[in-house]
């Protein structure tokens, strides 16, 4: 077992050359993280606590749990880059 280390990484979730979307997917492909939660896994997302129960995530924000999972990221830029990610999509289906 290796040691690791506790202090946290920051995400870059203000990068002018990538979309949330892609910051997301590249975190998750750096970590080998799939989209599947757990039973125990909503726990992990602020979204049930802030809007109810009753939210659907998608499989970019189911993602981005899995990121914060790995508590290796501060929460801080998790939610900036989650925020980030939810205004490019309502701009995007605003487009579309």
Known sequence: MTKQSTEQLTIHWDNPNLD???IIRELAK??????QL???????????RIVGEDVTLDDVEKLLVNIAKLQRYRE?????LHARY???LKLKQNHD
């Open 20 to 22: 949330a979307e892609s």
């Open 30 to 35: 750096q970590h080998a993280l799939k989209s």
């Open 38 to 48: 757990d039973d125990g896994d909503r726990s992990h997302s602020d979204l049930p």
């Open 76 to 80: 801080l830029d998790i939610s900036k």
């Open 86 to 88: 939810l205004r490019e």
